[in-house]
């Protein structure tokens, strides 16, 4: 907990927890705001920007061991301005410093901690400083910048002009190339020389889930028939699934496995990655029908709702990484604690979680499946059904003996991406298995970004009760935009996707540069920053350039508006050829080339039944299409528009660039004439 023992500094006036968390450092940690930035000015100081997050091990660790040092603290506040950020708060001036770093050649991370000149340009910077080497440092600079003012002024220039360079020039984004069958190919061959066939994902350490890798590969596979791109998905789905990323008593995903095998987590929980990897088993739940996949889905959904969702719905950022100081500790077990809890086969499930008497990770126990349920219970003669209600009851006996530790710290602002994110894993999983609990914890959480993230079709980019808020950003629109998108389809109200297209509209005109046909991260109206930075890569979540293309490109089709769709296309095909040789991080652009090359299908259901014909639909797993539908002719959705339903029947319109087959009156029917647009070839 905090150490009172100072008084507090400008940060006990934040909503952030994180910047709550330095309220009581004997650093005089000040705010990012205006008035901080002239103070440096005015005082003619450099400045220390230092950016953390709430569930980030090394910022806790520097905190302790420089930030709460009166000696430290004494050297940083005498020469220096110094300002704390929360990453996930600000994730526009991270990218900007994150950049600035990687610029000096130096790895980035965090903490990141960077040293600017009194108008806000990096000059020096790092990551994580044990306490000498940063007093070293702090000695270093504040020397420099009275000594050598003029060199360090032209280098700060120097690295201000690099960040300000465009990403598009940088990657040679000008031509349009036409998206064809050897962008994805070479794009799937560049994947599968990386896998890794014995644990699944990348076969590299530490490893990432990287949700988009999986959802391309699961497009891929039913565009070309290619059973080796299910076979690798599957396989990395249920190793994930069986490992200790994965809570196996209580639902939810860790950030990453720091072993080759998904053993061994960095603990915190992340929104961000639940919210994807929700997406991700409901896919592959609708292809293989797994029963692991629905209880990792239906135990996610159970974790969201018990540790994860505010009163009002909206969903919460971060559960972090330690608890009493010590990392993991609220997720590992001793031997002694888990035999009581197994008995009377406490040998069967000891075997089956491998639970070892000196622990299997640091001297604790991480409960981890290394062997798949059927040869498991072959071999130890159970019955299936015996085996999978005992199970049932040992993790629920695991919840509740754990409830009972101290709980690690939660971050509880809620973050609009990371809310439409989880928003669309929610609805992925309510198409795939009809959750009801799925759909209203959706339900719920679209009203509370109506109403508390939404003003007049501008989005702020988080939520906190008596916090102030600050503008959306790019990654917020889009994935706030195709959460509601989702939600049209699974409920058919209008109203989410008239939502969607008015939001789509302010990132038109607010964050889309006409110059070079892609956005801005931030909109016109920031201004203190030294640069506005277009996120072009796919990382763990997907960049916001290629978010808001899918979104176009959908909306375009919902709404017949052509130019979005050539919008769109337009920016994928600039970047097909990175997409060809940087494939592991632009796979949500090479599923957006797919929905390009391949027939991409309007699916039109009008008539009384139609909200159940669609429930059917959404159940089979169609990756190339969009749904609406209505029980009545008048709406306002152009597709909709003169799609009679006569003789109080329902009809299924199938239609590829509003040009529709001849309407249908049965699911399979449909189902039928969908497949045959994608006969493998």
Not at 516 to 521: A, I, K, N, Q, S
Request: net charge negative; hydrophobic share 35%; with cysteine.
């Amino acid at each position: 907990m905090h150490n009172m023992s100072h008084p507090s500094n400008a940060l006990i006036h934040e909503s952030s927890p994180y910047l709550q968390q330095h309220a009581y450092n004997p650093v005089d940690w000040k705010p990012w705001n205006d008035e901080t930035l002239q103070l440096a000015i005015n005082e003619d100081k450099p400045i220390i920007i230092s950016i953390g997050y709430s569930s980030c091990h090394w910022c806790h660790v520097m905190e302790k061991q420089s930030f709460e040092d009166t000696e430290v603290a004494e050297s940083m506040n005498k020469h220096f301005i110094c300002i704390k950020v929360d990453r996930e708060e600000r994730p526009d001036l991270d990218q900007i410093y994150m950049d600035a770093v990687q610029a000096m050649n130096i790895r980035g991370g965090w903490p990141l901690n960077v040293f600017l000149t009194p108008d806000k340009k990096p000059f020096y910077g790092g990551t994580y400083f044990p306490k000498d080497h940063w007093i070293h440092i702090l000695g270093q600079v504040s020397n420099a910048f009275k000594e050598h003012r003029e060199d360090l002024e032209k280098s700060a220039a120097g690295f201000a002009t690099t960040l300000q360079a465009s990403e598009i020039q940088k990657y040679g984004l000008h031509s349009p190339k036409p998206i064809d069958d050897s962008i994805i190919e070479e794009a799937y061959m560049r994947l599968d020389r990386q896998f890794d066939t014995v644990w699944g994902g990348l076969d590299k350490v530490p490893k990432f889930p990287m949700p988009s890798i999986w959802q391309f590969l699961l497009g891929y596979h039913y565009a070309t028939g290619k059973q080796s791109a299910l076979d690798q998905t599957v396989l990395t789905l249920n190793r994930i699934a069986m490992g200790g990323l994965y809570d196996q008593a209580g639902g939810g995903f860790a950030r990453y496995s720091t072993d080759g095998e998904w053993l061994a987590p960095h603990f915190e929980k992340m929104l961000y990655d639940n919210g994807q990897l929700l997406s991700l088993y409901s896919h592959g739940y609708q292809l293989t029908q797994d029963r692991n996949f629905k209880e990792v889905a239906d135990q996610t959904v159970e974790w969201l709702s018990r540790e994860m969702t505010a009163d009002e719905g909206g969903f919460y950022s971060a559960l972090d990484a330690d608890s009493e100081g010590e990392e993991g500790k609220f997720y590992v077990w001793t031997l002694e604690e888990l035999i009581p809890v197994f008995s009377p086969e406490a040998d069967i499930w000891l075997e089956y979680f491998s639970i070892q008497e000196e622990g299997n990770w640091e001297g604790h126990n991480i409960l981890f499946r290394q062997r798949f349920d059927e040869g498991f219970i072959k071999d130890c003669k159970l019955e299936p059904a015996y085996f999978y209600k005992r199970r049932t009851e040992i993790y629920a006996k695991l919840l509740s003996l754990r409830s009972q530790r101290p709980r690690p710290f939660l971050d509880d602002k809620q973050i609009a991406s990371w809310n439409g994110l989880m928003l669309k894993g929610l609805i992925d999983w309510y198409k795939a298995s009809g959750s009801g609990k799925a759909l209203q914890l959706a339900l719920n959480n679209a009203h509370f970004i109506e109403k508390h993230l939404l003003d007049s079709a501008h989005l702020s980019h988080s939520y906190k009760k008596g916090g102030k808020k600050s503008p959306g950003f790019l990654d917020d629109y889009a994935y706030v935009i195709d959460g509601f998108i989702a939600l049209h389809e699974a409920t058919l109200e209008a109203h989410w996707l008239h939502l969607a297209k008015d939001l789509m509209n302010t990132v038109l005109s607010e964050f889309y540069d006409e110059a070079e046909g892609y956005f801005f991260y931030s909109s016109a109206a920031s201004t203190d920053l030294i640069a506005r930075k277009k996120e072009i890569f796919d990382n763990v979540i997907p960049s916001s350039n290629s978010g808001i293309a899918k979104c176009l490109f959908q909306l375009g089709h919902f709404y017949l508006y052509e130019e979005w769709i050539q919008a769109s296309t337009s920016m994928c095909q600039r970047i097909s050829h990175l997409i060809k040789t940087e494939s592991s991080y632009l796979t949500n652009w090479a599923t957006l080339a797919l929905w390009i090359k391949e027939p991409f299908l309007e699916v039109v259901v009008v008539g009384p039944e139609a909200p159940e014909f669609v429930a059917q639909l959404n159940r089979s797993y169609l990756p190339f299409k969009i749904v609406t539908g209505s029980k009545s002719v008048d709406n306002q959705i152009p597709l909709l528009v003169d799609r009679t339903t006569q003789d109080e029947k329902t009809y299924i319109y199938i239609c590829n660039n509003a040009a529709c087959l001849r309407p249908v009156a049965s699911v399979n029917e449909a189902l039928t004439l969908i497949q045959s647009h994608y006969e493998k070839k």
